[in-house]
């Protein structure tokens, strides 16, 4: 939590940059992940099993960092949890108009299929790697 309070704020070109690097993240997480779904036959099973869904949620916080940049971090951390549980307890939401939507490519990989309490777990644990990466970057960036 000391990480949370004692931010230093970056100057406007600093903020410009940082969003360029949270747009970069979103696009190389969200290439790890169709690349975890794709070859997951190549993976070990339980990167295969569990990838997908801990890069989806470090898309989401990456998302909200590129969004509220000028924000304490923590704000990003709540709003990701606060979507990714959104999302998943939606799932538990049955009706046909949703359930199709959930049926195209893009629907199922926003949206997902079934509720599944191990996804809330996969999702603390991808927002908490997408925080420390976030925090470790942003020291090394403001210390040069």
Do not use: C, H
Not at 52 to 76: I, P, Q, S
Request: proline share 1%; no cysteine; net charge positive.
């Amino acid at each position: 939590m000391i990480l949370l309070i004692n931010e230093q704020k970056p100057n406007n070109s600093q903020f410009r940059n940082m969003r360029i690097a949270y747009l970069i993240a979103i696009v190389i997480t969200i290439f790890l992940g169709l690349a975890s779904r794709k070859w997951s036959l190549l993976l070990p099973s339980f990167v295969a099993q569990n990838a997908g869904d801990m890069l989806w949620a470090m898309m989401v916080y990456f998302g909200f960092r590129l969004l509220l940049v000028r924000k304490n971090t923590l704000a990003a951390i709540l709003l990701s949890f606060l979507f990714s549980f959104g999302i998943e307890f939606s799932q538990l939401y049955q009706e046909d108009w949703i359930n199709q939507i959930r049926g195209t490519t893009f629907g199922a990989l926003i949206l997902g299929k079934g509720f599944l309490v191990e996804d809330l777990v996969r999702y603390t644990v991808g927002i908490t790697i997408a925080f420390v990466l976030d925090k470790a970057v942003i020291k090394f960036y403001l210390r040069n």
